[in-house]
């Protein structure tokens, strides 16, 4: 990466920064889920006493962002626990749409069949994530149903067929799945998956406890070299995640350099109420709440800390070279204000 690139790119971040347009907005709409994964960063349980978000709640909260963003410049991330579970998840998009937003499903894939693909798509459904975690013993091993796999990849190959969708598919890589890789990208190029990303599980949720989930510093570079080698052969698009800055590598594993989004385009209104950015990032950070709040008037005037990363110059980061090009690396890895980042994948 050139010098003059890297000024261009911190030149685009910082007014990217001071603009702070919302454009991607998660709904942690329930906690339960039809899984039980090991490395669940938010720990959801099939049953919880935790009772959904009702939809007019988060209709409610986002009716200012309606008047303030054109048509279909808002995404809503639908998330959880399982999407799948509520009943009424068409009929929430289909108002979403009415109302002038995108929206799109981060699923696991257990309940997405031909009935509900075409109950999805119909009521305008415009993206898809769908998680495959290794080859079908690996993937069912960490995902704790003998199902899962076959599950996730019928709703792949329904998803990939449809035109209308944007979608990828994501794979948490763990010292399990690995060697697996270069099988799972010649199945996923045989199944005429086109969008892969890989992300790395960060020791949070139930992960934190699981050293067998954390691949070791020399395995994320072997992860990261076959991404590079992906992307030049061209057979299926293959990204890195915008978890983390890689120092040698940010021109050879994503389309951008690495530019963590939390509080800057990206928010969330999670189970509770509570305004934060993404929904991977520790609970400590939330900016409000939206049953006192108004969430645009919260995204307009807080966020500072994600805002302005000074604070996080410290630890590993404050003797780092590359700071000013990673700013302390993505707001997920961070566990409170002013605590060291968990891990760093800078490669010189």
């Not at 350099?257 to 929904?279: H, K, T």
């Not at 991977?280 to 966020?303: A, E, P, T």
Request: net charge neutral.
């Amino acid at each position: 990466m050139s010098a003059f690139k890297r000024f261009l790119f911190r030149v685009f971040r910082k007014n990217e920064t001071e603009i702070h347009e919302l454009n991607y907005l998660f709904w942690e709409c329930t906690w339960r889920c039809n899984l039980s994964c090991r490395h669940c960063g938010s720990d959801c349980k099939s049953e919880t006493r935790v009772a959904d978000m009702p939809f007019a709640d988060f209709l409610r909260a986002i009716e200012p962002l309606e008047h303030r963003y054109p048509r279909d410049t808002v995404i809503i991330a639908i998330t959880g626990g399982e999407p799948l579970l509520r009943e009424d998840l068409a009929d929430c998009g289909r108002t979403l749409r009415q109302h002038g937003f995108r929206w799109g499903i981060v699923t696991n894939g257990m309940l997405y069949d031909e009935q509900r693909h075409c109950e999805l798509v119909a009521a305008g459904l415009s993206s898809v994530t769908v998680s495959l975690d290794g080859l079908e013993e690996t993937h069912n091993w960490l995902r704790q149903h003998p199902q899962s796999f076959q599950r996730a990849l019928r709703a792949l190959r329904l998803i990939a067929n449809e035109p209308r969708l944007n979608y990828d598919v994501v794979t948490c890589v763990h010292k399990r799945n690995l060697p697996e890789l270069q099988q799972l990208k010649e199945l996923l190029i045989a199944n005429g998956i086109r969008y892969w990303r890989l992300f790395t599980i960060a020791p949070i949720g139930r992960a934190a406890g699981d050293p067998e989930l954390m691949l070791s510093r020399s395995q994320v570079e072997e992860m990261l070299q076959f991404i590079a080698d992906t992307r030049r052969e061209g057979e299926i698009n293959l990204t890195f995640s915008c978890e983390a800055y890689t120092g040698k590598y940010e021109e050879e594993v994503r389309d951008s350099y690495f530019f963590c989004r939390a509080g800057i385009n990206i928010g969330s209104v999670l189970l509770n109420g509570d305004i934060s950015a993404c929904p991977n990032i520790n609970r400590s950070f939330r900016q409000g709440n939206i049953y006192h709040d108004n969430l645009l008037d919260v995204w307009d005037n807080r966020f500072q800390i994600m805002r302005d990363r000074k604070w996080m110059h410290c630890g590993m980061c404050a003797s780092c070279k590359d700071y000013k090009q990673c700013l302390g690396g993505a707001m997920h890895l961070r566990p409170a204000e002013g605590e060291p980042i968990l891990r760093c994948y800078n490669f010189r």
